[in-house]
T-cell receptor
């Protein structure tokens, strides 16, 4: 089954404790992206990647890092999480240059930073 | 940078009422347009998409949307809503080759009362 898999689904952590949210897709998509969803703000792009070793900042990159060492994986790293990073995070992927199918989204990771 | 405006943040309707959710985008060039739905506790699912074909697009679950280029609009419609349509609805746009990713509106929270 074609899908984007995120882990974990739920995470509660303390301020300053480094964490990684994993994202993996099995569709051979070049393009992968991370969004955060906050009430009243919709989804905002954090980082995106157009291919292996090619990443770029989205609209709200502060406090986040990403890496793209393999085509299928695109982990989101919070080196020193803060409470304002409490949010619902979605990973998405698509073919680059062909948007006819839109994006495929993961199931989301609900992060709480206390 | 492009932007997407959804005019109604919260909509409450009774079952069998007709629905129209407004969406306007700012980009003047070639765009691909999407409506996504997010049921409570779930990830985003594609409802319908527009790709320079018939401006009236039909999607899943009886939804449709009309692309009006002169008005930069892509409004979502359904003739008769059901209680199961209660969800959050997001309009989104990709411009050009899509490298910048999807830009989302802030979402419309739709509640259908039985």
């Amino acid at each position: 089954e074609a899908q984007v898999t995120q882990n974990p689904r739920y995470l509660i952590t303390v301020t300053g404790k480094k964490l990684t949210v994993t994202c993996s897709q099995n569709m051979n998509h070049e393009y992968m992206s991370w969004y955060r969803q906050d009430p009243g703000l919709g989804l905002r792009q954090i980082y995106y990647s157009m291919n292996v070793e090619v990443t770029d900042k989205g609209d709200v990159p502060e406090g986040y890092k990403v890496s793209r060492k393999e085509k299928r994986n695109f982990p989101l790293i919070l080196e020193s999480p803060s409470p304002n990073q409490t949010s619902l995070y979605f990973c998405a992927s698509s073919f680059l240059g062909d948007n006819r199918e839109g994006y495929t989204f993961g199931s989301g990771t609900r992060l709480t930073v206390v | 940078a492009q932007s997407v405006s959804q005019h109604n943040h919260h909509v409450i309707l009774s079952e069998a009422a007709s629905l129209e959710l407004g969406c306007n985008y700012s980009y003047g060039g070639t765009v691909n347009l999407f409506w996504y739905v997010q049921y409570p506790g779930q990830h985003l699912q594609l409802l319908l998409k527009y790709f320079s074909e018939d401006p009236l697009v039909k999607g899943i679950k009886g939804f449709e949307a009309e692309f009006i280029k002169s008005k930069f609009s892509f409004n979502l419609r359904k003739p008769s809503v059901q209680w199961s349509d209660t969800a959050e609805y997001f309009c989104a746009v990709i411009s050009g080759g899509g490298a910048d990713g999807l830009t989302f509106g802030k979402g419309t929270h739709l509640i259908i009362q039985p």
